[in-house]
């Protein structure tokens, strides 16, 4: 088998003691080993990261943005092979492995706009003769912490904008589907970036307390589960770092009366399923205004699911490949067996269905009369399953929604536009979809939840990573004509 290693200063390395196993999904098969860096090993990428920083904050903006048109067109060219190393460890379907690497290259393309997104301002004359200006300088070295459900897109959300920013990188993957991380560090150098701006430690905890701990690291970008990110958070955080930590979600799609009924079922079906549930922005609850809504829905849903394709994701028949481990494949199935004990209604039984071979296969589930206090509605199951919750108002659906720990992604379901911007403004969530079930936004937006679901000040890519990466230095200066020189101990007023 082979050793999928770290990345450090441009060249491979790493025979690391502690190392972890790789699995392909489909075949249930372990096919790598992973090296789990020590201590030592992170902070000779923290070194690494730390050597280069000099020389790439003081590369020219035109030329940083150079490495980002370069790497936008690699990775278009590439696509395919990417495609394939995340559908082999992660499981998912190739045509969403695509998807993934097609939204990340958005987050490519925005820093490639760096020159402009790196603008200070400058007021002339605050005082006579006096000029401020303000420059927006790197903050050091970066730490990215990414999971394992989107092996590319959560890397490039993290590293473009860091790196566009001036900084040097320290990437830190899952080390369930690491070796797309490798793979994009190696397209970053191809495209012209200096060995040492990125660089990848393959690990676990062991790494991720050395990121934190390390006086050298200055930011920590993480996203995962909530339990990990908060206490990133307060690791990051006590160490005196910058840091952003996002989390868990459970995300709600609420279904109105006036909905297109249909659509709204093929909406649920596609973003509760696709990728087998494992995206943050999967819809886990749908929530139904009206028994006569509920009914429907829940009909319509189970219709569709009935004939879902689950296979291979390298197989183009398949719409929803394995789950990322047998572990957790046990532990989703475990809240649909749990789910009837609650007072739940088992709709459509995922656990029922049959898989040849080890892989780690689910079938779809559907439970209706969800309800919160089940573990089903509580806990974020991050696997196939649908739950229906039933409402009886608008007012109801919102103050669930609103009660909620989590808060990463909400949709609503109208033809009412007022409906509609009611919802908009009352909802407590980070990003809101109207009609739309997965609002992820555009690169050229910031991505991120509320409550659980984000802790830190910046949401992720987009403008406010701009911010996040950046310290910003104001500088005021004067230019006096040396004749008109005198001392004076009053404050420095403007008048
Ligand atoms: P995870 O929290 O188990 O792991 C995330 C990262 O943290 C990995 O790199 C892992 O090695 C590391 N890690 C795990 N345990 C750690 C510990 N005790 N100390 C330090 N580091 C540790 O998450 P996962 O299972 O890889 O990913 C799925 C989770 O990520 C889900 O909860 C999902 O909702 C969440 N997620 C959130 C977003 C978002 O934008 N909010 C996006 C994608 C995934």
Known sequence: MALIRHHIAGA????SERTGVVFDPATGRAQHEVALASTAETDAAIAAAAA???SWRATSLIKRADVFFRLRQLLVDRADELAAIITSEHGKVLSDAKGEISRGIENVEFAAGLVHLLKGEHSEQVSRGVDVHSVKQPVGVVACVTPFNFPVMVPLWMTASAIACGNTVVLKPSEKDPSASLFLA????????PAGVLNVVQGDKVAVDALLDSPDVRAVSFVGSTPIARSIYERAAANGKRVQALGGAKNHMVVMPDADLDAAADAAVSAAYGSAGERCMAVSVLVAVGDDVADALVAKVADRVAGLTIGAGTDAASEMGPLITGEHRDKVASYVTGAAAEGATVVVDGTAQHFEGDGFFLGVSLVDHVRPGMKVYDDEIFGPVLSVVRVASYDEAVELVNTSPFANGTAVFTRDGGTARQFEFDIE?????????IPVPVGAFSFGGWRSSL??????YGPESIHFYTRSKVVTSRWPDPSESQISLGFPSNH
Request: proline content about 7%.
């Open 429 to 437: 969530v980070g990003m809101v979809g109207v009609n739309v079930p």
């Open 186 to 193: 190696k397209l970053y150098e191809e495209a012209g970036l």
């Open 455 to 460: 802790f830190g000040d910046s949401h992720i």
């Open 12 to 15: 491979e390395s790493g025979s």
């Open 52 to 54: 280069a920083l000099p």
